[in-house]
């Protein structure tokens, strides 16, 4: 299993930013992706995760209405749009997925949020 994320950067307050992720090694299309993302002195909190299908999403309450998280099963790929982005956003944002028990993760992509 590989997980790579891209497209983390330094962004303005009320910025936008869409992170990508191509996994590898997987049926990707069978199973759930996640976004997490981990800041200093903070928990790791799961941001959002989408069904194999793409059809159904969650959010963590902290980013509803703000990020979108949507998958591309043919070319295995999975985005999380970010918009109105605040200072709290800043973290390393990881993409992740659980197989049978084991949950892997990419190296994570850094996000700042500041002006």
């Known amino acids: 299993v590989q997980l790579v994320e891209s497209g983390g950067d330094l962004v303005q307050p009320g910025g936008s930013l869409r992170l990508s992720c191509v996994a590898s090694g997987f049926t990707f299309s069978t199973y759930p992706m996640s976004w997490y993302r981990k800041a200093p002195e903070k928990e790791r909190e799961r941001v959002a995760v989408i069904s194999s299908n793409g059809v159904v999403g969650n959010y963590a309450d902290s980013v509803k209405g703000r990020f979108t998280i949507s998958r591309d099963n043919a070319k295995n790929m999975v985005y999380l749009q970010m918009n109105t982005l605040k200072s709290e956003d800043t973290a390393v944002y990881y993409c992740?997925?659980?197989?049978?028990?084991?949950?892997?993760w990419g190296q994570g992509t850094q996000v700042t949020v500041s002006s």
């Open positions: 992740s997925l659980l197989i049978l028990g084991e949950r892997y």
